[in-house]
């Protein structure tokens, strides 16, 4: 594991695996090196890149500094890539893809960047419900009711009330519950939900948005909606993937898309 001091002093702890040009990975939401997609996807990745895994501010082995900004993601990020030497691949899930986006756009050293279906809801703006859910969110983290927030979360993401009853007997649910906060850190960079469009197209460096055919259709039109608003950017889909993109499926597109003149 190594360390690096974002700005504000923040502390982002990564792995880093392969060999090759360098690829930070960017987890989505309730996500981080030990609980989600990023180190399966850097295994299959490791032949070809050297691979940074790291856990977001707040989660895991990082620590965090309050109040939260966009903006100092977008620096935890930069330290990464000075720390690959300078200039870098990036790879981003569901919001995680999103503050890719917003990185590519602030210009800190990624060279290509790949966007895995990022969650907007709309082109111009997510409505009643994104408000709603905003709302209703921050009363629950105000109140310490980590593990609500968690629940409108997941229900919000279409996970069924009895599979979250369940989940909240097991030993995980108290991890998850440290990292709740941090839902809100990926609200804000989700904004209205919308494509931020003004974002998109300050974007100047090769971009893929991938999705897969298996998804909701809100999460294909919005990858299709996020790449037609990136100047030039590449739109695919996998077939048979969901939002849970399998490494094997992901990963050879990831390659073709960087590593292809």
Not at 8 to 36: E, K, Q, W
Not at 84 to 106: D, N, R, W
Not at 116 to 124: A, D, K, L, N
Not at 214 to 238: M, V
Request: charged share 15%.
């Amino acid at each position: 594991m190594g360390k690096v001091v974002s700005k504000d002093g923040t502390t982002i702890a990564y792995d880093r695996t392969g060999t090759g040009p360098p690829l930070i990975l960017v987890d989505g939401a309730m996500c981080y090196r030990a609980s989600g997609p990023m180190r399966p996807l850097a295994a299959a990745l490791a032949n070809d890149f050297t691979v940074y895994t790291y856990d977001r501010r707040g989660r895991g082995e990082s620590t965090d500094t309050l109040p939260y900004a966009v903006e100092k993601e977008i620096d935890d990020l930069r330290g990464l890539v000075e720390e690959a030497g300078g200039t870098s691949f990036a790879y981003g899930i569901s919001s995680g893809a999103a503050l890719v986006l917003h990185a590519a756009a602030a210009n800190i050293g990624l060279s290509q960047v790949a966007l895995y279906e990022p969650p907007f809801i709309s082109e111009t703006d997510g409505g009643t419900w994104s408000r709603s859910y905003t709302a209703r969110l921050e009363q629950l983290l105000s109140a310490g009711d980590n593990g609500d927030a968690i629940e409108l979360f997941m229900t919000s993401v279409g996970l069924p009330p009895e599979a979250i009853a369940g989940m909240r007997t097991q030993p995980f649910w108290s991890l998850f519950e440290s990292i709740a906060p941090t839902l809100s850190y990926d609200n804000a960079i989700m904004g209205n939900s919308a494509v931020p469009l003004e974002t998109a197209a300050k974007v100047t460096v090769p971009t893929l948005v991938l999705a897969g055919t298996a998804s909701p259709p809100t999460l294909l039109t919005a990858a299709k909606s996020t790449a037609a608003a990136i100047p030039g950017a590449l739109h695919q889909e996998l077939q048979d993937q969901t939002h849970d993109v399998a490494p094997e499926a992901l990963a050879p597109a990831l390659t073709r898309f960087f590593l292809t003149d």
